[in-house]
């Protein structure tokens, strides 16, 4: 059995799918004595309240933070460098940062340096989400059976780095530590690269004439669907990942783009050998990844 | 109301996905007297015996389709032309073969020459599917609320197409009529290209070193496994349809890889603005899908 962390008080910096499902899950599995929600926009900071998904909801990020002894930054990450600027004098002594974004290298970059020494920094990243994005689309059972990978950098408070992990641990997840470089390459190609790939196509399809558009949507459920859902993930969150994961996501986009173009020839040759060969090797990558239970989609519903 | 079709004897060539699926539903919707399901396969033979699906099974073309009044084609593709030379000679006056292949200009022109005057074709796609493949994958819903495209060539027996219409209106699905080289060019945009693009990037991951190979597959809830599941599809199936679409593949792939450079571009240029515009775009596509009702994935458990 694990540990139940304990927190005074929690500030979620952000509530969008996953701002929002962590607050459900610290208030139902009781976590802390106080959620604090801090957002900018009033109509986030409303549907937070309607929700009740907070204790106390404030736009002011000093009054957020300033007894908070667990803050989160969950919005997207090109946020954070202003925010950690902002936060930073107010954190007590002994408070954990965290965050929930989908690049780490460049993360503890942006944060590390504002953070003084007696604050740990424990950057995080829940491998988990649906398309759809704001704080009512989060739900508490979003992150089980989820890996959430934590990038602490060496020397990092070893008590901390186990408060973070078993929060997450109460959310259902497992965790797993790893460099910060190293995630952001994995992360590069098993998310980063098709998500760009999936707005390609979704895009390269808005651009037909109007006729072939129509039909695109009509005749969807050929497989164009998945890629519309993949397409349809929030525009800023993807635009930040893009913007601070580059180098690994051209490194991999470069290799994607080298296999696409011996496709192409195999097509262009007709290599039925060829063709057949590696279809059939991708299909056993999809036994592997419902043997470790990843193929699931989550949904409220599963609740 | 639409008329319910009525058939004497339905021969299905081929027990897969679609066609074991569209057995469930002429048993269950009782539109035919007698099903014969023809395969090459004693593993096939044997499952459908062990489902029910049919009346008769049986490893014998001539004996399949000599006394039928609807011959569905239900096999990958590319043993279309072998089948037609061989069962044209035991087709009786008047009657209809359809088939079910993602592709309809190569595949009239690889059935219809062996066709004798008496013999109505009329070529159907149905614009639905799951990544699982035979007899026992299929189930009685999967066309419920997806569209099938008939493909009949001018002059075609309007009556022969009524038929095939009904019976796709008696799955539950809804039938619309087009040119075939038009079917092929909106496939390739919305299936084919998409299809080869998800084989490709799950290729690419496979060729990596095992240390993140394996990550690959742990965190693949991170968009990575919407792409596995698409390229497990049939192996053999796809190889078919790439060899048959070739040049409307080779067409919208040319498209689709010029977007992907311009993406990259971004990417390197750090284009925020360009960037949030594009995925804010593809966005809006996503939301005419779910209007227009294709978002869903299919499961045989929503019977």
Known sequence: MFKKPFFNRVALIGAGLIGSSLARVIKKKNLSDKIVIC???????????KLGLADTVTKDLEFAVAQADLVVLCTPVGAYESLARKMSPFLKTGTIVSDVGSV???????????????????????????????PESGFDTLFENRWVILTPQPGTDQNAINKVEELWRCAGAKTEIMDSKHHDRVLAITSHVPHLIA???????????????????????????DFTRIASSDPVMWRDIFLHNK?????MLGRLTEDISTL??????????????LFSRTREIRRSVI????HIIPTPEKD
């Open 104 to 134: 780490k290298h460049s993360v503890i970059s942006m944060v590390k340096p504002y953070l003084t020494d007696g604050v740990h920094f424990v950057p995080g990243h829940p491998i988990a989400g649906t398309e759809n994005s704001g």
């Open 39 to 49: 957002a900018r926009r009033d109509e986030t900071l409303s549907t937070v309240k």
């Open 199 to 225: 707005y390609t196509i979704v895009g390269t399809a808005t651009d037909l004439e109007d006729r072939l558009k129509a039909e695109v949507v009509k005749f969807a459920a050929s497989g164009f669907r």
């Open 247 to 251: 180098n690994a996501v051209l490194e």
């Open 291 to 294: 043997e470790a239970g990843q």
């Open 264 to 277: 192409q020839r195999y097509v262009r040759d007709s290599d039925s050998d060829k063709m057949e060969e």
